[in-house]
């Protein structure tokens, strides 16, 4: 058994990495300084804002005037679907998204719809990538905008994003997308990939809460969102958070750095869980993309059980999933990702996700495996609906 919690929740959050609180630390009481002021404190502090919008921009392939630093990726979602969809009103009110998108993105795009935009949601196939068809039949002379995230949060697959920007491109819309699940732990080049908005946040890779950036292509004259000061350049007001964006730019350039080895390792890891689930728990589902995923998701519906119960069972043990995503849980309605690909209700609601960090280890996973196993094994055996089917199915 691991010595302490196994968390497997990383795609809620993550751990911050100590080199990046360490980074952080002289900012909050010797070098305090608001960068924005004039006298000769705010030197430092401002110099480690330019130095950090620097190695972010580097790790894209972008240009240090094209990251905006926000509150998180639920601003940086808000900032450009709201102010993307007021930038061109002249040619059209007409946004499309994805049907799995954050709940950052289909919320915005709700209150969109109440303000006099039209809004088309495309679908996705059974393993969770956007149908490019669906997608082509949507666009239309007045849509302006097509938001589709670079990966889902809960069901872990990787969207086809340089063809989706092609496709936005060749109907003069923009193209936005929520890599949020994404940035920092699989490699993006905006200028190849055709990606004219991004959003990312910090506490998924392994930097601080409430620090994320939106990259805006310098030619988009992005309007403000935020009002009431001339930070970033005059289109993102507040007082700049010091601390947060070294922190972030920290934990950025160390996840990029070693990114290879470790998605080799965690795709091993994450696939040696798949195996062990497939072999050793019978009446299970992948759910998302096999090979087109982030290397440390995976996320499983088991026939004849539920998501709560296992989560509150396998936190006994100490080992941390989730059932859906965060923001989900609570409710009861079924993830909206998981009915998007299919998945039966009865089904989804028995659905946990894994998410692994570089750290996770093989003794840890097995330990979940071993875990998970017995835990749906109680459940099952004390389901009268799972007797009746294993009896049925044998009979078949
Ligand atoms: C976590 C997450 C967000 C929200 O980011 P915050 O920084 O927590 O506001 C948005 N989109 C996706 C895909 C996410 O996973």
């Not at 239309?140 to 994003?161: C, H, K, Q, V």
Request: proline fraction near 5%.
């Amino acid at each position: 058994m691991p010595k302490t919690e196994v968390y497997l929740d990383n795609a809620a959050t993550t751990p911050m990495r100590k080199e990046a609180l360490e980074a952080m630390m002289p900012y909050f009481i010797e070098q305090y300084a608001n960068p924005s002021s004039i006298h000769g404190l705010s030197k430092s502090p401002r110099a480690a804002v330019k130095d950090a919008r620097a190695a972010i921009a580097g790790t894209l392939n972008a240009d240090p005037a094209e990251i905006f630093f926000t509150s998180g990726g639920t601003e940086s979602d808000n900032w450009a679907l709201i102010s993307g969809m007021q930038l061109n009103e002249s040619k059209g009110k007409h946004l499309i998204i994805s049907s799995i998108e954050h709940h950052a993105i289909m919320e915005t795009a709700d209150y969109l719809k109440k303000h006099g935009y039209e809004v088309t949601k495309v679908g996705v196939d059974s393993d969770g990538v956007v149908k490019l068809d669906e997608l082509r039949k949507a666009i239309r002379p007045d849509t302006t905008l097509i938001s589709i995230m670079t990966a889902n949060n809960e069901i872990g697959t990787i969207e086809p994003i340089a063809e989706i920007a092609k496709l936005a491109h060749e109907h003069g819309a923009l193209f936005h997308t929520d890599a949020v699940q994404a940035y920092a732990h699989i490699p993006i080049d905006v200028k190849a990939m055709g990606i004219d908005m991004l959003s990312a946040s910090g506490h998924k890779f392994g930097g601080p809460k409430g620090i994320g950036f939106l990259y805006v292509r310098k030619s988009i004259r992005l309007p403000p969102f935020m009002h009431g000061g001339e930070q970033e350049n005059g289109r993102r007001a507040g007082t700049t958070n010091v601390p947060g964006i070294v922190g972030m730019a920290k934990a950025a350039e160390l996840a990029h750095a070693t990114m290879a080895e470790d998605n080799a390792k965690m795709a091993a890891i994450r696939d040696h869980y798949i195996q062990r689930v497939e072999e050793e728990i019978p009446y299970c589902r992948l759910n998302g993309h096999r090979t087109e995923r982030l290397p440390g998701n995976a996320n499983f519906s088991f026939m004849f059980v539920e998501g709560e119960s296992l989560l509150m069972n396998l936190g006994m043990k100490r080992v941390y999933i989730s059932t859906g995503s965060a923001c989900a849980s609570g409710s009861l309605d079924p993830s909206h990702v998981l009915l998007a690909i299919g998945v039966p209700h009865e089904t989804a609601h028995g659905s946990i996700r894994v998410s692994m960090s570089p750290g996770t280890t093989m003794e840890e996973i097995d330990y979940a495996v071993d875990s998970l196993k017995a835990a749906v094994g109680t459940m099952r055996s004390l389901s009268p609906l799972y007797d009746d089917f294993v009896k049925k199915n044998r009979g078949a």
